[in-house]
């Protein structure tokens, strides 16, 4: 009889262990593979957090000064990627799913010249100064199908706090400038970028 039973307790353990096995390996791939940004249950985006911690791959930008007054984004344009996915651009000239690539708005510091510009100990130029918004997209082809595998968001353009969340910009807003403008290169300026653009990651 205690033979019958050990032989049940050792089945039983060993079934346990397959289960185990069985659930956890998924469980585990997924998390790996998941987005560094939550989606909420209505199609919202949470502002996301940690980002510049990540890849900083340039600033572009183009102030009011040189823009007639009226420039689309005055601001400095700080850029961030994810070490994994700036990897996998250098080597396949392509952002893996479920890249995220945050542009940090900041201010030109209080211009003093026509052209925005200011002069400082290190001569006439611009410098930053205060965070004001955050803009994101993020590749899944799936969920983004319509505009070419990518999504834009925005957080705010306006100094912090940024909106909690933020909805899945209109085309005519974001995707439809990538579209006609950056569609060859995965929807991303790289252009602007030396790092993705040169593809010399050091």
Same mark, same amino acid.
């Given at each position: ?69 009226? %420039?689309?984004? &005055? ?9 994994? /996915? =700036?990897? $996998?651009?250098?080597? #396949? ?30 001569g006439r130029g ?35 706090p940024y909106d909690?969340?933020? %909805?899945?910009? &209109? ?9 006609? /403008? =950056?569609? $060859?290169?995965?929807? #991303? ?14």
């Open positions: 009889m205690q033979k019958y039973l050990l032989l049940i307790i050792v089945g039983l353990g060993l079934a346990a262990s397959a289960v185990y096995l069985l659930v956890a390996k998924p469980v585990t791939a997924a998390q790996t593979e998941q987005s560094s940004v939550v989606f909420n249950a209505d199609g919202t985006m949470q502002l996301p957090t940690g980002f510049r911690k990540w890849v900083f791959v340039g600033a572009p930008l183009t102030p009011n000064g040189l823009n007639n007054g009226k %420039a689309g984004f &005055p601001e400095y344009h700080h850029v961030y990627v994810e070490q994994k /996915n =700036v990897d $996998a651009y250098l080597k #396949t000239g392509e952002f893996p799913e479920g890249t995220v690539i945050v542009k940090e708005l900041t201010r030109v510091l209080d211009p003093t010249f026509p052209d925005s510009s200011r002069k400082e100990p290190s611009y410098f930053n100064g205060e965070y004001n918004g955050i803009d994101l997209s993020i590749k899944d082809s799936k969920r983004f199908a319509k505009t070419n595998g990518w999504g834009f968001f925005t957080f705010g353009h306006h100094p912090l909690k969340t933020a %909805a899945e910009k &209109p085309v005519t807003e974001c995707a439809g400038c990538h579209i006609a /403008n =950056v569609a $060859a290169t995965d929807m #991303t300026w790289i252009q602007f970028y030396p790092l993705l653009r040169d593809k010399k990651g050091y």
